[in-house]
């Protein structure tokens, strides 16, 4: 090692030092940082002993799981910014029992979350224990994650006083067990209360394992651990998202309220809680009222008789600007304003636990302080974003699978009624065939999509993709009614079908769902009613679901569609193609641009044919 390369160790440590109390965690670094100080102090002027030295400070760095790694990739990006093109021998040597992600050992390992189901309120202390474990039991999903490397488990349990660190790291072994994760959890009010822990690696989400515990006013024991798991996808290979952000719904404080959590892996920034957002009602009433009146409006500017409704997309913008401003933390706010060049482009999923809200539609705005001028971005966040949102959890159910990373489709099965009066669909519906063609994709489409072969066919799992071309239609009679999809002879398909069987194939195959649903008279989407097809759906182990908050118009659907299956078909991201879709609809003044929600890794790509 020469002293340019001890220079970059020096320049890197120097630059990454409010990131190390997050990488190592707050007892470690406090442990370390002394002896950090003093040797990067010795290396600094040291002459031949400058390679003892620099071995015994590389030793402290790996005193917690990939703080040396982190360091390696900030040297990289310092060597890429310098010009000095790609990373030069002296990061590479310093890569000391390292591993290679590209060559890295997968293993197999289950998640076990051990957990009481009840503690008195004035419990001063108990666990919750996490491991990832070789073998399985019972029915548990597996999941493939990458050996020796760090995965970063993150509490979240609103109800608790968390004791020890709420981040914190393990590596996983290839010949064993992973060491025990223990977050010490003291109650803090009476009532059923949620504990989630997110799993991190490679700067994907890979699972939310979570439990209920009930506290109780009364003196108990504690009763048996519950072993809560959760099935985990393949994180090795993927491309990290850039932004995290963590949104749940807090329905046991008063006022009700909404609590938000960021990671930005990019920057080392593991996870920053932002103060609640106290709402009046919860957050499906506080979707209506963002709504109320649009629904009426869209469905009259799509009637034969319409005439001007050119102010529907500065209302659809203000529902944005609000949302903004309302609802979400001044804190968060200012970060992003201070941050937004950086935000421009990336790639961001809203992950929570509610499918009211339309968090695609939030558009930031501020005033200049020094010139007093408005600012504001040139369109919500779904525009200026490769944005894409999660469901952590289901509202009759634990915690969702994660969203899948990679589709392979070998077979797709199109759902577009010939008595649908929706000419645009079936042009949609033939341009997408051309494309199952010339990639060797097996059409297994129903041969009429009646409900009764729409259930067949995904009883029997046939399908890796399903797009469906059709009407929409709630009941308005009813407010809390569900949308139905209509089939052949206006025969309904509504999101109670996803059970058995069927919820079975789709937690087993993993498909992707895109509906295209249009509007027609009466037919119609109704606002904050899609959720039902998305909560059922994710719930079950759908790895994806595109579908529009409210009605789009036949021919704004084709072209959306047509553009989305174009960039994917050319390689492009989920969140990549849905992104250059909107610009293709927005460019037409409809909009329906902003109609769409996604619910996907915004990284996850597709491969089209035969594996």
């Not at 990289?76 to 590479?92: I, L, M």
């Not at 394992?209 to 994180?235: F, K, M």
């Not at 050119?310 to 209302?315: F, K, T």
């Not at 719930?539 to 659907?557: E, Q, R």
Request: net charge negative.
């Amino acid at each position: 090692m020469n002293a340019t390369i001890y220079s970059e160790l020096l320049d890197a440590i120097h630059r990454s030092w409010k990131k190390l109390p997050i990488w190592f965690g707050g007892d470690a670094w406090r442990n370390v940082k002394t002896e950090l100080m003093e040797l990067c102090e010795k290396l600094s002027r040291a002459d031949d002993t400058a390679s003892e030295i620099a071995q015994q400070l590389l030793q402290l760095l790996d005193r917690a799981p990939g703080v040396r790694a982190q360091l390696l990739a900030e040297v990289a990006r310092a060597e890429y910014s310098s010009n000095t093109g790609p990373r030069t021998r002296s990061s590479q040597h310093l890569m000391v029992r390292q591993a290679d992600d590209s060559n890295a050992s997968t293993v197999t390992r289950y998640a076990d979350l051990l957990c009481p189901n009840r503690v008195w309120t004035h419990t001063p202390r108990f666990p919750v224990v996490l491991r990832l474990t070789a073998e399985q039991n019972g029915d548990d999903q597996s999941m493939t994650l990458q050996a020796e490397h760090p995965v970063s488990f993150h509490i979240d349990a609103p109800d608790f006083a968390v004791l020890n660190e709420r981040e914190q790291k393990v590596v996983v072994p290839i010949n064993a067990d992973s060491p025990p994760v223990v977050f010490d959890l003291q109650p803090m009010r009476v009532g059923f209360c949620d504990v989630r822990v997110h799993m991190i690696q490679s700067g994907n989400l890979i699972s939310t394992a979570s439990a209920s515990v009930e506290v109780t006013e009364y003196e108990s024991h504690s009763s048996a651990a519950a072993q809560q798991r959760a099935p985990i996808e393949v994180a090795a290979g993927a491309e990290p998202t850039d932004y995290i952000l963590y949104i749940a719904y807090d329905r046991h404080s008063s006022p009700q309220s909404l609590r938000f959590k960021l990671i930005d892996l990019r920057s080392g920034d593991i996870g920053t809680n932002y103060e609640p957002v106290q709402l009046l009602g919860n957050p499906r009433e506080h979707a209506q009222t963002l709504y109320s009146g649009l629904s009426r409006l869209i469905r009259r500017s799509h009637s034969p008789s319409a005439t001007d409704y050119s102010s529907i997309p500065d209302r659809l913008a203000n529902i944005g600007r609000n949302m903004w401003s309302q609802l979400l933390p001044i804190a968060l706010r200012d970060r992003y304003i201070r941050e937004r060049e950086e935000w421009r482009g990336r790639s961001l999923i809203v992950v929570s636990d509610e499918p009211y809200l339309p968090w695609e539609l939030v558009w930031p705005g501020f005033t200049d302080e020094q010139s007093g001028e408005y600012i504001e971005d040139d369109g919500p966040w779904c525009i200026t974003m490769r944005m894409s949102r999660w469901l952590m959890r289901s509202s009759n159910t634990g915690a969702n699978p994660v969203p899948k990373l990679h589709f392979s489709v070998g077979s797709m099965a199109i759902l577009a009624p010939t008595d649908s009066g929706l000419d645009h669909a079936q042009a949609e519906c033939e341009f997408l065939r051309e494309i199952c063609r010339d990639r060797g994709v097996e059409d297994v489409s129903p041969r009429l999509p009646t409900y009764a072969q729409v259930t067949d066919m995904l009883r029997t799992a046939s399908s890796d993709w399903i797009h469906c071309s059709s009407h929409g239609n709630r009941d308005l009679s009813l407010p809390n009614a569900p949308a139905t999809l209509l089939l052949h002879n206006g025969e309904s398909l509504t999101p109670d079908v996803v059970v058995g069987k069927i919820a079975a194939e789709i937690r087993t195959c993993r498909p992707a769902f895109v509906f295209n649903a249009c509007d027609v008279g009466q037919k119609h989407w109704g606002l904050t009613h899609i959720e039902g097809w998305a909560d059922m759906l994710i719930a079950a182990g759908a790895g994806l679901f595109l579908g529009p908050m409210w009605a789009v118009s036949d021919l704004h659907a084709d072209r959306f569609s047509r553009i989305l299956y174009r960039e994917l078909s050319g390689g492009s991201t989920i969140g990549e193609a849905v992104r250059q879709a909107r610009i293709a609809v927005r460019e037409t003044g409809d909009s329906a641009w902003m109609a769409y929600t996604l619910y996907a890794h915004p990284n996850a790509r597709i491969t089209l044919g035969p594996n």
